[in-house]
């Protein structure tokens, strides 16, 4: 009897110790979720993103000639900068500097309630708020939203690059200083056009790449391209375009992020390391190089563009013109002149030892050499009117070495200013 007792009891203690056990078990699994729920918090209050600085950049610009970027830097797992800013398809200055100086226009032109940088960074504090760029709602395909007090301005793009940048990683900062890069050719070589190129840089990285040229008259190359005038496949049985190509020598720039990573089969600069470019590029990596090396420029108060004046009647039998090319807001050259009634340039046809100032004229240097000393003067002052005459006849004691009048080419930089930039139809 005894026996049973003891046997009984310890199949008591056993059952006990399951139930116990199955109890703690089913406990713990009912805990479980609150955990998990714990963890979330966790995860949502110190972040979740790895360390770093991200970028990400649209690929090909709208047809309205912008494309955007958008730089964020994640400390201790949150996203704690935001950057969203656009490129223009001609380089130069990005948007927000553009806007903040006032020469992008939307409040004024487009009666918008707010400047695009100041809505920029609305939606910049919402995605720092909300820390997940798919946390966003949109009313209409253009990616126009309503959870953003104050924007009115298509945000799609920017949450749509925080996505992709954040899904890239880190990728830290590019090696250039940021801001606008400008450097052009000094002298009209015997094609009639002198190249230039514009840079943009963000995040260190170059995102905007404009090459082109600039003629006599003041019109730029690509411009007189997609106005059929330039027509290099027509004319010269090309396999594409010069802007066509340029702008996939553009590209490759901008996917190298380095000038001299490119390799030439010929003196002339011609390259098989681009697909599709036929054309000589050694000008747009060798102006690049020098741009970068000369460091970001100040922006200016003109408009970008080619300006062109001339005057309506000769004198002495030259009827002078002068062009000017504004890119940055700055006057960047200045092409002082005069055309005879043969049509001959007077800068060439003095540079061929016909004109003869000093031999004849018994001057101190010959009329091209103080035409460019009078045009350096205009680049160094960027003002048409700071210019005094000692006489009625245009001379100067404003420019030294310079003994010609130089009423023309102010006259003439003025009304090509007021004229306004130059369009290739």
């Not at 996203?79 to 398809?89: H, L, P, R």
């Not at 395909?141 to 007090?149: E, F, L, Q, R, V």
């Not at 954040?166 to 606008?180: C, F, H, K, S």
């Not at 840089?201 to 059929?228: E, L, R």
Request: proline share 2%; hydrophobic share 35%.
């Amino acid at each position: 009897m005894k026996k049973n007792s003891i046997l009984f009891n310890m199949t008591l203690l056993v059952v006990l110790m399951s139930v116990t056990l199955v109890s703690c078990q089913k406990k713990s699994e009912e805990a479980a979720p609150a955990a998990q729920e714990t963890q979330k918090e966790v995860v949502a209050k110190t972040g979740s993103y790895e360390d770093g600085i991200y970028f990400a950049a649209e690929e090909n610009f709208a047809s309205n000639g912008w494309k955007y970027v958008v730089t964020l830097v994640v400390e201790e797992g949150n996203i704690t900068s935001a950057d969203w800013n656009g490129v223009n398809v001609s380089a130069g200055f990005d948007k927000k500097s553009l806007d903040k100086a006032g020469k992008y226009g939307m409040k004024q032109i487009a009666g918008s309630q707010l400047n695009w940088y100041e809505q920029a960074e609305k939606a910049e504090q919402y995605l720092l708020e909300t820390q997940d760029p798919t946390q966003i709602s949109y009313k209409d395909d253009k990616g126009h939203t309503d959870d953003i007090a104050g924007v009115s301005v298509h945000v799609i793009e920017f949450f749509e690059l925080a996505e992709k940048a954040l899904a890239n990683g880190p990728v830290g900062r590019g090696q250039y200083e940021d801001g606008a890069y400008f450097y052009s050719d000094s002298q009209f070589p015997s094609s009639g056009w002198k190249d230039y190129v514009s840079l943009t840089v963000i995040n260190g990285n170059i995102v905007g790449v404009n090459w082109s040229a600039i003629n006599k008259m003041g019109q730029d190359k690509k411009a007189y391209d997609a106005a059929g005038k330039y027509n290099m496949v027509e004319f010269g049985g090309a396999q594409a375009n010069w802007s066509t190509q340029a702008e996939r020598a553009e590209k490759y720039l901008m996917e190298t992020q380095d000038p001299s990573q490119i390799s030439y089969k010929d003196d002339e600069g011609h390259t098989d390391d681009i697909a599709g470019v036929s054309v000589h590029v050694n000008a747009l990596f060798n102006l690049a190089d020098a741009a970068l090396k000369a460091g970001p420029v100040e922006m200016g108060p003109y408009t970008d563009g080619g300006y062109y004046a001339s005057y309506d009647e000769f004198a002495n039998g030259w009827k002078e013109y002068v062009s000017l090319f504004v890119q940055n807001g700055n006057i960047v050259d200045v092409y002082w002149s005069a055309l005879n009634e043969d049509g001959e340039d007077k800068k060439d046809y003095d540079m061929a030892g016909n004109y003869k100032l000093v031999e004849l004229g018994g001057a101190q240097a010959e009329w091209y050499e103080q035409a460019a000393l009078a045009e350096q003067h205009l680049l160094e002052t960027q003002d048409v009117t700071a210019i005094t005459y000692k006489d009625d006849h245009g001379h100067t004691d404003d420019i030294a070495g310079v003994s010609v009048h130089v009423n023309g080419l102010y006259e003439l930089a003025a009304k090509a200013l007021e004229n306004g930039v130059v369009t290739v139809e």
